[in-house]
């Protein structure tokens, strides 16, 4: 199952994953991107198998909803990759009233991970790889009570911090999540997964003509960071690692970054989420 499967690094993800004969579930926002990549696996590989579900990873209500939908249709997963991502330039404030890129890239895959834990534990060899960032280091520190909620108006300059704390929210739940779990049943793992020339700034003026250059000048290519992505979902060298956070280099081993390495700030994320989680989507 991938997020963000229809550009960038999900689209080259799912491509890859099905040549490998995987059976493929999408998460995705647009019904007519999904449907070109259908048209677009079909290319790669004869009798594809891969199935379509719709929802707005901008609000937790979806998460939930498309989690509970998923579950409901498999009896077991086997990988579940969080991709979908989103570098907003300026604050924009959902209809449950929480920053949207805070929910895209923690709360949202943190939601969509809970509902799909279930599948994920009778595969017995579950694998869930997230999708972080070295702009994670770019955050100047972390204090999980007031940032998940925090509306407040920021600047194209002042973005790249905000987006960097989301990415480090997504190493720590990573970690956190892996000591919450039996390795021996479901992994967790976190990725860099380098620069890449992808949609998740197009929100920038001018990004469609920087991106245009970078691809001629081979800067970029987002098939690097779809690598480490496959490999960790894949690669039976990862078959009983849990909790690392590893670089596109190589697959490197990285340290969480400082400001949110510590247990207990880990810890603490993951209640604050939760607690979250329960003031808007009150359970039934």
Partial sequence: ??????????????????RRGY???????????AAALLEDLKQVTDGVRADVFLADLALLAEARRVGREIAARY??????????GL???????TAESLAEMT??????PFTLT???????????????VNVASEAARQADGITPATDLRDTAPYTRRE???RYGRTKLMTIMWTQELARRLDPGLVTVNCCDPGFNVTGLGRDLPGSAVLERVLKLLRVGDPRKGAGIIVRLATDPAFARTS????????AAPLPCPEAGRDEQIQRELWTQSSSLLHDILPLP
């Fill in 114 to 128: 809970q509902e799909l834990t279930g599948a994920l534990l009778a595969s017995g060899a579950g694998r869930i």
């Fill in 159 to 161: 973005s790249m911090a």
């Fill in 103 to 108: 929910v895209v890239n923690h709360l949202a």
């Fill in 243 to 250: 909790g690392g956070y590893f670089s596109v280099r190589d």
């Fill in 75 to 84: 009896g077991r997963l086997d990988v579940l990759v969080n991709n979908a």
């Fill in 1 to 18: 199952m991938i997020t963000g499967a229809t550009s960038g690094l999900g689209r080259i993800t799912a491509l890859d994953l099905a």
């Fill in 87 to 93: 570098h907003a330039f300026s604050q924009r404030v």
């Fill in 23 to 33: 059976r493929l579930g999408v998460v995705a926002r647009s019904e007519a991107k």
